[in-house]
Every structure is written in C-alpha cells, then in structure tokens.
C-alpha cells in the first residue's frame, strides 16, 4: 500500500471592498426635482414685508404721540362692527383661505415638470432631462422608420403620445416598427420612470379641388 498526504488548504476568503465611507445606492427610480419657487416666494414676502412696514410705521407714530392713520382707524372700525356673515367678510374669508392653501400646495409639491429624473448610478450625481428633448430624441427615432413621413411626439411624465404620417407601407406595420424602435430608444434614455407609449399613424391629408 501506499501512503496518500492530503494537503489542507485554508478557506478562500471573499475579496474585501475597501470602506470609502459613501453610501451605496442601486439604480432605481428616483424623486422629481424641487422647484426653488422664486417668484411665489418674492410676492408673499413683498406683500408681508409691505403690510409689516406699514403697521409698524403707524405703531410708532402712535407712541409718538400722533393719531393713528384713517386706514387703521377704518379697518379696526370695520372689523368691531362688521358681523361676520357680512358678505364682503366672507368674501375676504374665502380669498384668504384660497391663497393659504395656494401656498401650502406650492410648499409641499416638487412642481417641475419639464424635468424627467434619469436612474441614479452614483449617490452623489442626480440627473435630469427635459422633455423636449427627450420628444425630440423620439420623433427623429420615429423619423428613421421606413414609410414614415412626418411625426409629432409629445413626452409626458407618465406616457409619450406620437403621431406619425405614413405615405407608403401598411399602417399596422409602420406603427409596430415605430413602436419597437422608440421602446428601444425609450430604455437608452435612461429615465427613471420611462412613460408609456401611444402611437397613431394614419395617411396624409388628400388636399381638396
């Protein structure tokens, strides 16, 4: 008999990842961008800052001893008598109430809606692209289809409504090879959340006379 050695091997360890400190984030959807909403914000803070400098510039002529303004004294008077199912009250009331929740909506919406977020790869980098060039990206896709003579494409956030021409070749199918060709494109793009998409062909107008 002959003797067999049997060499024992350590365990392979899995290779390390060395520790960078960012965060990993899988590719996936992402949120709409945030609208910085300037100008709502410049008009209630004009309007605030006005009626704020108007009240305490009466408040001091006041504790100077001069009589307060007709406008304050009119509104105080009107507010002690008025009751408060008076009409222009309600009307007052209601308008109020419609800009509160105006600006309430404004706050708590993103409100960009030209902007269609892209899939994150990185954690740092947030991507977007607007829809117009993503209709003009598809309607020069739409274009390359054989039959096709003109096309419309309108991108939305959730679906992207194309319209094309066809002057020669069956309807059904152009507009199969018009689907197949933009669903390709529509994954190139690499949006977030790629919309759906509807496409119409139909003949040419036949000019009348």
């Known amino acids: 008999m002959s003797d067999t050695t049997t060499e024992e091997r350590p365990p392979q360890q899995p290779p390390q990842v060395p520790d960078t400190g960012a965060t990993m984030v899988e590719p996936g959807a992402t949120g709409r961008f945030w609208s910085t909403r300037r100008r709502p914000s410049a008009v209630a803070a004009l309007v605030l800052l006005a009626a704020s400098v108007l009240l305490l510039s009466d408040l001091v002529a006041v504790r100077a001893g001069r009589s307060a303004t007709a406008a304050r004294r009119s509104l105080a008077r009107e507010l002690a008598e008025r009751p408060l199912d008076d ?42 692209l607007d829809r117009k060039a993503a209709a003009m990206v598809l309607r020069d896709r739409a274009l390359e289809v054989p039959g096709v003579r003109s096309a419309r494409v309108k991108v939305g ?33 690499g949006l ?18």
């Open 87 to 128: 009409v222009w009250v309600l009307v007052g009331a209601g308008v109020a109430a419609a800009l509160g929740l105006w600006l309430l909506i404004l706050a708590l919406t993103p409100g960009v809606r030209g902007i269609l977020p892209m899939r994150r790869t990185n954690p740092e980098i947030n991507a977007g």
């Open 157 to 189: 956030r959730r679906k992207a409504d194309v319209r094309a021409v066809v002057h020669f070749r069956e309807l059904d199918e152009v507009g199969g090879d018009i689907r197949a060709r933009l669903e390709e494109a529509v994954r190139g793009l």
């Open 192 to 209: 977030s959340r790629p919309p759906s998409l509807a496409v119409r062909v139909r003949r040419p107008e036949r000019k009348k006379g």
